[in-house]
């Protein structure tokens, strides 16, 4: 019965590996998902093994590139994870080298990527991307600065209930 089980699953299971780059829309998001799942799960061999392509890929989708990125680190390769970075730019970018800042305990960089331009209305660089409060709130957490830190994390939880990884904003929180 058990045998039996594990065929069924084993025969439903889609690989994560890809040969190059989606080619649409769907493909990307798909893409996408799987790959949050994965390092969801920390399996980043999973993202590591489909994603051979993007770091050659000049016009990558910028969020591919911040979880392969996020992979790399994961897998130990946090130069490649890096220089992967380096050469990209936008919000998913920024928040892929916070992330990696505060797992290498880099909490000025982290907040340095994250926190608002001067004379700025904003509490966020950005706003739009409810992770961006996550990021900045463990950030600031982490520095001692729970005053700065509380807003942003109560933001967090407002804006994304139901995001993977808001339990780590409730227990600062509470």
Known sequence: MIAMLLLVLAACAEPLQSTGPPGDAAA????????HEALELDVPSEVLAGGTWIESASDADPELVALFARALASAGLAE?????????S???IALARARLALDRDELERAIRELAPPAGST???RFPAVPEAFLLLGRA??????????????????????W?????QAWFVLV
Do not use: C, M, N, Y
């Open 28 to 35: 990307i998001a798909t893409l996408r998902a799987a790959w």
């Open 80 to 88: 490649r994870a890096d220089a992967l970075l380096g050469q990209k």
């Open 90 to 92: 936008g919000p998913q």
């Open 122 to 124: 904003e509490p966020v």
């Open 140 to 161: 600031h957490a982490r520095a001692g600065d729970l005053a700065r830190a509380e807003p942003l994390l109560v933001e967090f939880v407002s804006r994304a209930p």
């Open 163 to 167: 995001h993977v990884e808001a339990p």
